[in-house]
């Protein structure tokens, strides 16, 4: 009797680092995969609930992105904590922490700290 191994299920890491260097990459259609319908976002200048408006305001983001950086990442069973740079045309270098909550291969809780000064002083000035 031969057993079959199961298809690797991808821990909440790699789920992580695949849908952040996707959408980093302007690849948002293939970053949206990764997203639960119900999931909500977090951050120093917005709060979503719902996969529309997250993906609306990262493909935003994400047509801004010139560089990215990956400077840590870290996993358990069901979170990832990722610290990254990312590097846009509008307000230069950000250095952003991430803690990204997964379930059945599913985002559905983004919580993002960044410094919001350049964005929040840009913003002023326009």
């Known amino acids: 009797m031969t057993t079959q ?3 690797h299920e991808a821990l909440p890491l790699e789920i992580a680092i695949a849908f952040t260097q996707a959408w980093t990459s302007h690849g948002v259609p ?3 995969q990764y997203v639960s319908e119900d999931v909500v976002f977090e951050g120093p200048l917005a709060q ?6 997250y993906l609306k305001g990262l493909a935003g983001l994400a047509r801004d992105v010139t560089g990215f950086k990956m400077l840590a990442a870290y996993g358990d069973g069901d979170q990832a904590l990722l ?4 590097t ?10 991430k803690l990204l909550t997964i379930r ?4 559905e809780r ?3 700290t960044f410094d919001s000064h350049p964005i929040r002083s840009s ?3 326009a």
């Open 48 to 53: 979503t609930t719902g996969s529309a408006a």
């Open 88 to 97: 846009t045309r509008s307000y230069g270098n950000l250095t952003c922490a």
């Open 123 to 125: 913003t002023k000035a």
């Open 104 to 107: 059945n291969g599913k985002i």
């Open 110 to 112: 983004d919580k993002l």
């Open 83 to 86: 610290m990254y740079d990312l």
């Open 30 to 32: 293939k970053a949206a």
């Open 5 to 7: 191994a199961k298809p």
